[in-house]
C-alpha cells in the first residue's frame, strides 16, 4: 500500500519516460498524455522539466530523448554485478554455437536484456542490452515464466498484450500456462518463429548457488540454417554447461 513517502510526481514523471519506445521516439504533449493516460498539464511539466534536465530535447512540438537518458540505465547496469558476471560466458557460449547469445531479466510483463554476445543479426530489430521483447512469447521469457510460481505468472498473463506477432504465436492463456509447465519440467523452453518469422531460440534458467533463478540465457538461430526440433539436440549441451558454470559464480 503507498504510504505517504509515495513521491507521486516523480512516479507520473518515470511514466512519462517509459512512454517513449522503439516505435515512438518522438512524442507530442497530447501524445504522451494518451499513452500515459495523465492530464496534459502534468505531461507538459514532467516533459519541460525532462527538456531542461538535458534528459530530452523539445523542437516546439515533439519531445524526443536524449541519450543522458542512458544514465539511468546504466545506474543499473553499474550497480549489479549481474552483466559483468555474465558477459564472458555468453561470448565463449556465442563463439562454440556460432550463433549469437543472450542473457536477460524479467521486468514486469517483458524481458530486459542484460547482455549480448552477437555472431550474426537473426531478428529485424538490433538486441543490445536494454532491449525489451514480450515474455510469454520469447524463449527467456518462457523460461522466466515458469520459474515462477503459477498464481504470479498468470497474473503476469493477465496483464500482457497477448498480441500474435506470427501465424505460430501462442496467445492462450490456458494453453500458455501449459506450456510453462512444460519448460519448467523439462527445464529449457524452444520456441519456433513465435517472436520473428524467420527467428527459432532456446534458453535456459540461469540460477545461483541457491537455486533460484535470476536471469535467462538464450541461443537464437535462423530458423532456415536449423529447425525447432533440433535446436535442444545441438544447442542445449552448450546452454546446460554454461548454467553449470554460472551457478557457481553467482551468489
Known sequence: MRGTDFVSGFA???KVIEAFGETRPRLSIADTSKLTGLDR?????????????????YDGKFFTLTPKILRLGHAYLSATPLPALIQP????????AGQSASASVLDG???VYIARASQRRVMSINLTPGS???????SMGRVL????????????LSRTDLKANTPNTKTDPNLLMTEFQRVRAQGYAVIDQELEIGLCSIAVPVENSRGHTVAAINIGAPAAHIAAAEMAQRYL???L???KALRLVLH
Do not use: K, M, N
Not at 560466458?89 to 562454440?96: G, T, V
Not at 525489451?132 to 520469447?138: E, G, M, V, W, Y
Open 12 to 14: 507520473r514523471g518515470l
Open 41 to 57: 498539464a502534468t505531461v507538459r511539466r514532467s516533459l519541460l522539466t525532462l527538456a531542461d534536465l538535458g534528459y530530452a530535447d
Open 89 to 96: 560466458h555468453l561470448d565463449q557460449l556465442s563463439e562454440r
Open 109 to 111: 510483463t517483458e524481458i
Open 132 to 138: 525489451r521483447l514480450p515474455a510469454f512469447c520469447a
Open 145 to 156: 515464466l515458469a520459474a515462477l510460481p503459477e498464481s504470479e505468472a498468470r497474473a503476469v
Open 237 to 239: 549441451p552448450l546452454l
Open 241 to 243: 554447461e554454461t548454467q
